[in-house]
């Protein structure tokens, strides 16, 4: 083993996810846990990165690259091993050839990501469950750009993400609400910019930061009060969302 890093750890903290990469310069994810070890996935990828894990960590979501260019979105669990979304009917007739995942729900059941065409000039976000397979939920532009995060709450009926309303690298980036009952909706309406960095497990309230007379600020949203402005964002600070509270860490020098 060359290196190793981890990337996600589950909500009792007995496993961890992330990556090892090999003398050979190849990646294969891994799960370590106090009961079973460590166990490694997947093979001849040149990248990995695990971006959620469920609460009892027997399913892990990520993407893999088999080159620089050439993500797929996937998950695994031990009996059926790694399972690459991107095969999905929704996408190949799309013709969405990239794909990431960047979260998945705490009981193991939803992810959520993006997915564009090879030019990346059109891509869009998805909510994927094993019984339904991909459903659409908007489109988020397109280009280098694409959004890291996206949140799903822990039953997957609320996804929060960041889009942006024009096209490659056009446009400005919103951050956005998702539910199939109201469809996807911008939560910070007005504004110029607007991203969500966290939320709570059940969808009811998002954080993140947004443009107020060319100054960043940040904001927590709540379902029944919508936007309140919680001070202006300080870039020397990494701010941290849970169920209670917003945690402001300072970063280090």
């Known amino acids: 083993m060359k290196t190793s890093r981890a990337f996600n750890i589950s909500a009792d903290g007995s496993v961890v996810s992330g990556e090892i990469v090999g003398n050979d310069d190849q990646s294969q994810g891994f799960l370590l846990s106090k009961k079973n070890g460590l166990e490694k996935f997947g093979s001849d990828w040149s990248q990995v990165q695990t971006s959620g894990i469920s609460d009892d960590g027997a399913v892990v979501a990520g993407t893999f690259w088999y080159g620089d260019y050439d993500p797929h979105a996937f998950y695994w669990t031990e009996r059926t091993g790694v399972q690459s979304l991107a095969d999905d009917w929704f ?16 009981d193991g059941s939803t992810i959520v990501g993006w997915a564009a065409n090879d030019k990346r000039d059109y891509a869009i976000a998805f909510r994927w469950t094993k019984a339904s397979g991909v459903k659409f939920i908007r489109e988020v532009g397109g280009g280098n750009g694409l959004s ?8 997957g ?15 400005n980036t919103q951050a956005f609400r998702w539910t199939s009952k109201d469809g996807s909706e ?12 966290g939320m709570s497990s059940d969808g009811s309230r998002v954080f993140g930061m947004y443009q107020v007379d060319n100054q960043m600020h940040l904001f927590v949203w709540t379902k029944g009060g919508g936007v309140y402005d919680a001070g202006i964002y300080d870039s020397r600070y990494q701010y941290l969302s849970t169920d ?4 402001r860490i300072k970063a280090l020098d």
């Open 148 to 155: 890291f995060w996206m949140g799903v709450s822990s039953n």
């Open 157 to 171: 009926a609320v996804v929060v993400g960041n889009a942006n309303d024009g096209m490659y690298r056009e446009g």
């Open 186 to 197: 911008n939560l910070v309406p007005g504004t110029s910019f607007s991203m969500a960095l």
């Open 91 to 106: 996408f190949q007739a799309m013709k969405l050839t990239d794909t990431a995942a960047l979260g998945i729900s705490r």
């Open 244 to 247: 209670q509270a917003i945690i």
